[in-house]
């Protein structure tokens, strides 16, 4: 079943002088197996947004269906939401804690109740799933870990709870570019080895335009527009009017298209772009061919 969002509102501080709307009638629609990449500048209500969606925060109006539960009603056991939907803060490695690997990500397993034989083999998966190996790292301390494997640490602590919806908030954030690839790739891994639904926040266009299926876009607290990255990026103007860019490789067919180059300005990546030049190229066409 999907993720329903319907006619939600959210603000902050009602009723007095810094009330703030941060969500205005956002009515969306994620299916099961979907990757979704949220993108909007700083301030558009993104991160607001995923909080509704394991029940951090309620709305002010409007309803978030899960799996056919409505999470937005009084009587809902925000327990049940959080086994479906799990949420990985930006810089998730600030929420470490236990001395050990194996506690920091048995953690949440163990708020569930579980018995322990049932915990040891989840936290062996969960670390298995980010590309650690459980009998390396289970006794060693998460602050003693690279960048990158805290990142995973933490992520494989939220995957122990086995949610159906995994939401990262900018999960990459301060990473070198190595750790930020390793991050990625564990996250598409993830989506199409095992078909969780992903929700992944960022600012990359780059990264979004390689890896998600549909793009939400947010301004000021809405859904500015949605669609699949191809449809998204051809609105360049509209998306750096709000403060967004777009992917590099489209952003230099776009260029290569006003120099007279005749080539196609709706591709987002660097094999179809590469691709689309040497034909261009070869055939000749174009005033600066």
Excluded: C, W
């Excluded at 299916?31 to 991160?47: A, P, Y």
């Amino acid at each position: 079943m999907p993720l329903i969002i319907k006619n939600l509102y959210h603000t902050y501080q009602i009723g007095t002088p810094y009330e703030t709307h941060a969500l205005r009638d956002i009515n969306l629609e994620i299916r099961e197996g979907e990757f979704i990449g949220l993108i909007g500048h700083t301030g558009s209500g993104k991160s607001t947004l995923v909080q509704h969606l394991n029940g951090l925060l309620k709305p002010s109006s409007g309803e978030i269906i899960v799996d056919g539960l409505n999470i937005s009603e009084k009587r809902v056991k925000l327990k049940e939401v959080r086994k479906k939907v799990g949420l990985v803060f930006q810089y998730p490695e600030h929420q470490l804690f236990e001395e050990t690997v194996l506690k920091d990500v048995s953690f949440g397993p163990g708020n569930l109740g579980l018995s322990p034989k049932e915990i040891e083999k989840r936290v062996k998966k969960a670390l298995q799933m980010v590309g650690l190996d459980y009998n390396e790292v289970k006794d060693k301390s998460p602050f003693y870990l690279s960048g990158g494997q805290k990142r995973r640490v933490a992520i494989a602590g939220v995957l122990a709870m086995e949610p159906k919806y995994l939401i990262l908030d900018e999960p990459t954030a301060g990473l070198d570019p190595r750790g930020r690839d390793e991050i990625l790739e564990q996250i598409n891994y993830l989506h199409k080895q095992l078909k969780i639904t992903v929700i992944l926040v960022s600012h990359s266009m780059d990264d979004v335009a390689r890896l998600a299926d549909r793009l939400i876009v947010m301004h000021r607290g809405q859904v500015e527009l949605t669609g699949t990255p191809r449809e998204v990026f051809q609105h360049a103007d509209r998306l750096k009017q709000i403060g967004l860019g777009i992917p590099t490789v489209t952003a230099l067919l776009q260029e290569l298209k006003a120099r007279g180059l005749d080539v196609r300005t709706d591709l987002i990546t660097v094999e179809e772009a590469k691709n689309e030049i040497v034909r261009a190229l070869k055939g000749g066409r174009g005033k600066h061919a």
